[in-house]
């Protein structure tokens, strides 16, 4: 059965061979990948990425949560999603959100976000969720400052990435501070 959880406003569940499309959407799109660090550069790849995540999706002891964040009401694809945990540690998780540009600045990021470490934290009983973004990228650092997760550091330069150095930014929760904030 596929995985769905719900925020005010979108349904993230497992993605099927019909978003294909969608990933090439985003995969396509120079402005969208400037800040990720998975490589999505041509059909392969991208063909690839979807048939992991649907295998991954069916393991019943899974470690990731690859999802498309749909619309509520119109099932319409507003962008891709992640929650990947460690597979060695066990207990800390990693979350992710690449919105279309018709998507973004209108709250979703923030539901998803605050979604996935509700999850990561009361059902999966995590004990660390992080997410991390590209230094430039000054929108997902204020998300994820806005939702709670505390700013852990930078590792400078250590990705080359489109020709150039990146660096990236860290940020995390522990799940007593999760408890803090949620009593």
Partial sequence: MAF????????????TKEDLSNIQK??????????????????????AFLKRAIEESKLADRMGYILAARVAGTGEFAGLTFLEIDPELKSTGEVG??????????GYGREILL???????????????????????SASARLMEQCGLIYEGTIRE????RDHWRSTRY???LAEEYAALNP
């Fill in 4 to 15: 769905r959880m719900t925020t005010e406003r979108l349904i993230l569940e497992d993605l």
């Fill in 26 to 47: 985003i995969a396509r799109d120079p402005e969208l990948m400037r800040y990720v660090l998975i490589w999505l550069e041509n059909d392969e790849q991208i063909s």
């Fill in 97 to 106: 959100i690449v919105l279309l540009p018709e998507y973004q600045a209108s």
């Fill in 115 to 137: 979604k996935y470490i509700e999850f990561g934290f009361d059902t999966l009983s995590l004990h660390r969720v992080f997410g991390k973004c590209d230094d430039l990228n």
């Fill in 158 to 161: 250590h990705v080359w990435l």
């Fill in 171 to 173: 940020y995390g929760m």
